[in-house]
């Protein structure tokens, strides 16, 4: 499967080359935060930015290939790998306090994306020998998210998709379905090299980016009870609240609201991300019939207007 889809993306940038307009390709780098149910300042996710813990930012790295159909339009593919973050001990709320989740979140992105242009200013530097162009564009597409979420216990790492924290009626996919929208801008010197930056945020088909999105599957004050979890280390991280009653916070709720079929997370609102990146990338094909006359009208306009 995989190798089918490797041979599908060569032979669509094979014949985006043959007929080719403009296009680009280039790298990636920046950073990466989420929006979801653990951490953040509200007992709940709320689905807007602000709730994010910006201290939480972690990277973001890939590279892209972009095909200009115009000075206007543009469709680009992406590939991306992202790391995501958070802790329940980082909040402000003491209901996440008392919770006292966390995770880490290693992520594999690839999207197609349909850019449209908003502003454009041809030849910036009209007074000096290279030319710098200046693009304005909003974006919007899909793509595939492969996730991996991670927890740490005694100083070790466990992947949490097979631990099943929530029950294994609760299992799910180490895939899904993302929608990139955001805004991007970007410099082109002497139509060879552009760079650039993006903003844009990822809404997901899962809420368990975290690992967290239903109810508890475990209780530590009844370690007998008989509940549907695979492994012992699945009860470490399906229910870590006694560690946080046993630092003696007096501000810490009810510890009756931890215990098994109460709220863990909140599956009325799926996980999103967030990934802001600087790029770098080369131009080819430059001298297409979109791009010509921008350059010709200006610089005509502009030995006109020095002739008077």
Same mark, same amino acid.
């Given at each position: 499967?995989?190798?089918?889809?490797?041979?599908?993306?060569?032979?669509?940038?094979?014949?985006?080359?043959?007929?080719?307009?403009?296009?680009?390709?280039?790298?990636?780098?920046?950073?990466?935060?989420?929006?979801?149910?653990?951490?953040?300042?509200?007992?709940?996710? $709320?689905?807007?930015?602000? +709730?994010?813990?910006? +201290?939480?930012?972690?990277?973001?790295?890939?590279?892209?290939?972009?095909?200009?159909?115009?000075?206007?339009?543009?469709?680009?593919?992406?590939?991306?790998?992202?790391?995501?973050?958070?802790?329940?001990?980082?909040?402000?709320?003491?209901?996440?306090?008392?919770?006292?989740?966390?995770?880490?979140?290693?992520?594999?992105?690839?999207?197609?994306?349909?850019?449209?242009?908003?502003?454009?200013?041809?030849?910036?530097?009209?007074?000096?020998?290279?030319?710098?162009?200046? =693009?304005?564009?909003?974006f919007t597409g899909a793509g595939i998210l492969f996730y991996y979420p991670y927890a740490q216990a005694n100083d070790e790492w466990y992947y949490l998709r097979p631990l099943q924290t929530e029950g294994v009626?609760?299992?799910?996919?180490?895939?899904?379905?993302?929608?990139?929208?955001?805004?991007?801008?970007?410099?082109?010197?002497?139509?060879?090299?552009?760079?650039?930056?993006?903003?844009?945020? =990822?809404?997901?088909?899962?809420?368990?980016?975290?690992?967290?999105?239903?109810?508890?599957?475990?209780?530590?004050?009844?370690?007998?009870?008989?509940?549907?979890?695979?492994?012992?280390?699945?009860?470490?991280?399906?229910?870590?609240?006694?560690?946080?009653?046993? $630092?003696?916070?007096?501000?810490?709720?009810?510890?009756?609201?931890?215990? $098994?079929?109460?709220?863990?997370?909140?599956?009325?609102?799926?996980?999103?991300?967030?990934?802001?990146?600087?790029?770098?990338?080369?131009?080819?094909?430059?001298?297409?019939?979109?791009?010509?006359?921008?350059?010709?009208?200006?610089?005509?306009?502009? $030995?006109?207007?020095?002739?008077?």
């Open positions: 499967m995989k190798t089918r889809i490797i041979a599908l993306v060569f032979a669509f940038l094979s014949v985006l080359s043959l007929n080719a307009q403009e296009m680009d390709f280039g790298l990636n780098l920046g950073a990466a935060n989420y929006l979801g149910e653990i951490g953040g300042s509200s007992g709940e996710a $709320r689905g807007f930015l602000l +709730d994010m813990r910006f +201290d939480q930012t972690s990277f973001a790295v890939g590279g892209f290939f972009r095909y200009s159909f115009s000075n206007s339009l543009a469709a680009k593919l992406s590939v991306n790998f992202a790391r995501i973050e958070g802790a329940d001990s980082l909040s402000d709320n003491p209901n996440r306090i008392a919770r006292n989740l966390s995770f880490r979140t290693d992520m594999i992105e690839t999207t197609i994306t349909g850019e449209y242009a908003f502003l454009v200013l041809n030849d910036l530097s009209r007074r000096s020998k290279s030319r710098v162009d200046f =693009r304005a564009h909003a009626e609760n299992a799910y996919n180490e895939m899904t379905i993302v929608v990139p929208l955001g805004i991007g801008a970007s410099f082109t010197f002497n139509n060879k090299f552009r760079l650039g930056m993006e903003i844009g945020y =990822r809404f997901t088909f899962t809420d368990y980016l975290d690992d967290v999105s239903t109810d508890f599957a475990y209780d530590p004050l009844n370690p007998n009870d008989d509940v549907e979890l695979p492994f012992e280390e699945s009860k470490i991280f399906a229910n870590r609240s006694d560690e946080a009653f046993a $630092r003696g916070n007096p501000d810490l709720p009810d510890r009756g609201f931890y215990r $098994r079929g109460s709220i863990r997370g909140n599956p009325d609102a799926n996980d999103g991300y967030l990934l802001a990146q600087f790029n770098l990338s080369m131009v080819i094909g430059g001298g297409n019939s979109f791009y010509k006359p921008r350059y010709n009208s200006l610089i005509k306009r502009r $030995r006109r207007r020095t002739k008077f």
